[in-house]
């Protein structure tokens, strides 16, 4: 399950991570860029008082992209023990001589290779990374300013860089002034973990002290897994909301009505010779019966995102040609059905362009009945079911 990593400056934030239930601790000094560096000895001594409670990371700085320049810094980081060296990958004609000067310590090192965001990064270098024997590559954002990861890198490109990776024997990471409503979005594409600094802090600023409240607000979001031999600590309600399986969810609560109207994408579509090699515009409308989870929705946790119909619609456009809009239509409904809280879903395709007025389809489906009654059967099974909260 996808871990959650927290951004720290030292000792005493590290601490108040732990307590929020962060699974790994990284080294970064928000202040000295977007992986600034903090001093050895403080990361030496963070990782002695962490004391293996969780596994511990840390960053090299904003580095030069000279191959010996950046492998003495990673030696540097690595001698004080920690468990990951994140290592930022800038855009430069030297990524692969960088790459391969590290492929030494790699072999006794996890090292973590990040590339950019917003600095257009090149994914083909992810088979150099894992030629060089590096544990795993992430994407970030290095001027935080100028937006978030989804910003730069939209969802329907997220599954290419994650896949990719993944084939390669990569570990995969996303980072980049991420918010609490960016999980749910990323969640999906099951990356190994998540990335967080600015959420955390007091006012969101990124330079700001961690925040005990902020910290546990995002920790809710992300499923848990629970260790070997302790109590399993698995939000059954959270882990239905995210599609992941089904959970504590009581049908008597009823449904809401989450829809999307007038989503208008460039798609290339259409059955006819002169609709291949090009684009036109199409119009979506989706309409999700969502079973609730509580008679207060407060915070993410609560909610069926609409954001996930669009980035569900995204990823579909971006595969390349669809021959029918009955295809298509089918394809965004299966996906929205996936998620266990969805009990029906009505899909309209339109597409725009073939002549006065508009042209398409418009389905509707519902979960199996089957389907349904397992839902129920296992929420009524599922440990805890009928407590709020986190199951313990």
């Known amino acids: 399950m996808t871990k959650m990593l927290t951004s720290v400056t030292g000792v005493a934030e590290a601490e108040i991570a732990i307590s929020g239930g962060a699974d790994i601790i990284d080294l970064k000094d928000p202040k000295a860029g977007a992986l600034g560096a903090v001093a050895t000895d403080a990361i030496r001594q963070t990782v002695s008082s962490v004391a293996g409670r969780r596994a511990t990371s840390a960053v090299c700085g904003d580095l030069p992209m000279e191959p010996e320049t950046i492998r ?174 089904p959970g504590a969810i009581d049908p008597a609560l009823g449904t809401d009505r989450i829809f999307v109207r007038d989503f208008v994408l460039p798609v290339q579509i259409g059955a006819y010779s002169f609709e291949h090699g090009h684009t036109q515009k199409v119009r979506f409308d989706v309409t999700a019966d969502v079973l609730r989870v509580t008679d207060h929705p407060e915070d993410m946790r609560h909610v069926f995102s609409y954001d996930i119909i669009m980035d569900g ?25 996936e998620h266990p809280r969805v009990m029906r879903v009505a899909v309209k395709v339109e597409k725009l362009e073939l002549g006065p007025g508009g042209v398409g389809v418009e389905i509707e489906r519902k979960r199996a009945k089957r389907q349904a009654v397992r839902l129920s059967a296992e929420a009524d099974a599922s440990p805890g079911h009928g407590k709020k909260g986190l199951i313990s």
Request: charge should be negative; charged fraction near 20%.
């Open 72 to 245: 003495a810094k990673a030696e540097e980081i690595a001698a004080t023990g920690v468990d990951f060296v994140k290592v930022g990958f800038f855009p430069s004609g030297n990524i692969a001589a960088c790459s391969e000067a590290l492929a030494p310590l790699a072999a006794r090192t996890k090292l973590i290779a990040v590339m950019f965001a917003d600095l257009a990064p090149d994914f083909e270098f992810l088979p150099v990374f894992a030629k060089d024997g590096f544990h795993g590559a992430m994407v970030d954002t290095a001027i935080k300013a100028k937006g978030r990861l989804l910003d730069h890198l939209p969802p329907e490109r997220i599954p290419s860089f994650v896949e990719r990776a993944r084939s390669h024997g990569l570990a995969v990471g996303l980072s980049g002034s991420l918010e609490a409503p960016d999980i749910p979005r990323l969640l999906p594409f099951a990356p190994d973990f998540l990335g967080f600094r600015g959420a955390l802090c007091d006012q969101s600023e990124r330079t700001a002290s961690l925040s005990a409240e902020a910290i546990s607000q995002i920790r809710e979001l992300i499923p848990e897994e629970s260790q070997a031999g302790a109590p399993s600590s698995v939000d059954y309600r959270l882990l239905a909301a995210r599609g992941y399986s």
């Open 313 to 337: 619609i995204r990823t579909i456009v971006a595969r390349g040609h669809v021959q029918l809009s009955e295809t298509l239509a089918e394809d965004v409904a299966a996906l929205v059905l």
